[in-house]
Each structure stands twice: as C-alpha cells, then as structure tokens.
C-alpha cells in the first residue's frame, strides 16, 4: 500500500467511524460530537466531504475496501431516511457555526497570518452543506447564502491564485472552478 491509499483508508476510517454516530448524533443538539476512535469530532459537514471526495477517488480506493464505501454512503442514506426534517435542521445550525468560524479565520489570516492549507477544509465542508440543501427535499436558507458570497467576495479580493494547498491525493477529487479557494492563498499571506 502507497502513501496515498494510506491516506484514503484512513479517511474511509473517520468516514465510518463518524456514520456509526450519525443517528445518534442527529438526535442530539451537539454539533460537533466527540468519537472515541482517535478521529475528528463528528460533524454532519466532515461526512459531506469525506463522502464526496472518497466518491471522486473511488478507483484509487484498494479493491478490497471499495466494499466499504459503498456500506458506508448506505449508512449515511439509511441513517436520513427517518431523520429528513432533523437532518436539515442540524445542517443549518452547522452552517451558521461553520460560517462564524470561517468569517473568524479569514480575519486572523488579515492579521496574524495563521496557516491557511490547515483552516480552508472549514470552507470546503461549507460547501459540501450548501449543495445538499439546495437539493431536494431540502431548502438553503437565502441568508446563507448571501453571506457565504460576502465572504467569497471578501477573499477573491485579496486572492493569490497558486498551487493546491493540501496534499497531492485530495487534488483530483476538488476541481480548481469549484473550489478555486484551494488553490493558492490570500495575498496577505501569500508565499513568494
């Protein structure tokens, strides 16, 4: 096994590891939820990217795991099925929390330049959020909207396009049109 399938089972890992918390998570009120399994905390967004981007680089997955992906997008519609109106509710209350954090972090980057590649996955998950509640049965309420775009506006402003910030394993799975904010830094802090 090379270093990016390495990469790719261990985010499979985080992905079953938070879907087997998902139900009950759903029904709590918490939005980031502890696992005990040495993964990130559980939130309904970090599901949203793992599952988008381990779909983008599917073939990559080793054979023998590609099993588990698919059991693993099961989980994840099995455990919407019953939970439809709780799911959108808990994705906008993330929402509003993700885009606090990330109106927070782009302002320390203004200031203090704190490292960029290590806080943009907050704007990637907010992405993955936005497009499933603009999808059926679900609504993205207008503000969100609005507000993520004042955001963008705000960085576009100030961007300096240049390399994919993470590791080389992500790149296929987050085209540069789409996600054009992993591809370089603002110009506060832009390396030479």
Same mark, same amino acid.
């Given at each position: 096994m090379n270093d990016a399938q390495a990469l790719l089972l261990n985010d499979l890992t985080i992905l079953e590891n938070m879907l087997d918390e998902l139900p009950e998570y759903l029904q709590s009120d918490a939005t980031r939820w502890p696992l005990q399994y040495g993964s990130p905390p559980m939130t309904i967004g970090g599901c949203l990217m %793992? #599952?988008?981007r381990l779909g983008k680089l599917f073939e990559q997955i080793p054979v023998l795991d590609q099993q588990r992906y698919h059991q693993a997008v099961d989980a994840y519609h099995a455990a919407l099925e019953e939970n439809v109106v709780r799911f959108e509710k808990r994705v906008h209350q993330e929402l509003r929390a993700r885009l606090s954090e990330w109106s927070i972090c782009l302002r320390e980057l203004h200031?203090? /330049?704190v490292r960029y590649a290590n806080k943009v996955d907050t704007r990637v998950v907010i992405a993955e959020m936005m497009w499933v509640m603009e999808k059926r049965p679900y609504q993205l309420q207008p503000q969100t909207k609005k507000e993520i775009q004042a955001l963008d506006n705000n960085l576009k402003? %100030?961007?300096s396009p240049g390399e994919f910030v993470w590791d080389a394993v992500w790149q296929p799975a987050y085209a540069a049109e789409t996600y054009w904010w992993l591809y /370089?830094? =603002?110009?506060? #802090?832009?390396? =030479?």
């Open positions: %793992r #599952i988008q200031h203090d /330049g402003n %100030r961007w /370089g830094m =603002p110009a506060a #802090i832009a390396v =030479p």
